[in-house]
């Protein structure tokens, strides 16, 4: 597998972060690559043979330190520990403050969002879709991350969903305008269709960063549906594999 590594302000030498991308594994048809073989889906509940996604997380531990804590997401806003996410394994954010334990998001159009204190204090990654963005998992990730002693936090914004692509109805616009008027900048109307909108969720997620005070944020400039030689797309396809987003202190 070729993982992408963040370009980021972060240093390699106390935190690290991967995202995996649809090829380098051994899952086919739907959970495949472009070709519909060699697929890295690290998915378990979408449908590909346990077996094959057992043995694409097992090439993923070539790339990282330990074993990642996979969650249970539920387009909410619960954050974990991730050094104990047996005991609470539904939620859709976990930190680290522990050296080695890796903190993982899987996504398949969804925004994952993974963020560092610029000191190697804690870590953290999110899932953050509409829903959770609207919910507040940005805001409980930051809050939970400056508990542990975060101080200068610094966030990747990793593929999803690009601002041509992702089409809403109304009631995901009043989603966010209703706790932020400025959300509306990140909403397009479609020409010819009342009540639906193309909506940027880089941009979305941005605006919350900014209030949060996280201002150090980079990536944003993907496309998971456009983009199907490298990207699972959920919108795209339907039927689908996920990919994962990876992140831990050293």
Not at 13 to 32: A, C, E, F, K
Not at 83 to 95: K, T
Not at 109 to 137: F, S
Request: proline share 4%; charged share 20%.
């Amino acid at each position: 597998m070729t993982p992408i590594v963040p370009d980021w302000s972060i240093s390699s030498d106390i935190v690290g972060v991967l995202m995996t991308v649809r090829s380098g594994g051994v899952s086919s048809g739907p959970y495949g690559d472009v070709s519909g073989k060699c697929g890295l889906n690290l998915g378990l509940h979408v449908g590909d043979s346990p077996h094959n996604v057992m043995a694409n997380r097992s090439l993923l531990l070539d790339h990282v330190p330990s074993e990642p804590a996979w969650l249970t997401q539920v387009h909410g806003t619960d954050v974990v520990d991730a050094a104990r996410v047996a005991n609470a394994s539904q939620a859709d954010a976990s930190i680290a403050t522990q050296r080695g334990t890796v903190c993982a998001i899987m996504t398949a159009d969804c925004l994952p969002v993974l963020l560092a204190d610029a000191y190697g204090r804690v870590v953290g990654a999110a899932h953050a879709g509409w829903r959770g963005l609207a919910g507040g998992v940005l805001e409980h990730t930051v809050e939970r991350m400056r508990k542990a002693g975060g101080e200068e936090l610094h966030a990747w914004l990793g593929p999803a969903i690009g601002p041509e692509q992702f089409e809403v109805g109304e009631d995901v616009l009043q989603a966010f305008t209703a706790k932020d008027a400025t959300a509306i900048d990140a909403f397009r109307p479609i020409a010819g269709r009342s009540g639906k909108y193309l909506a940027d969720i880089y941009r979305l997620a941005r605006q919350i960063l900014a209030a949060q005070g996280v201002m150090h944020v980079a990536g944003g400039d993907f496309c998971t549906v456009t983009d199907a030689e490298r990207f699972y797309s959920y919108r795209r396809d339907g039927f689908t594999g996920r990919m994962a987003a990876l992140i831990w202190l050293r």
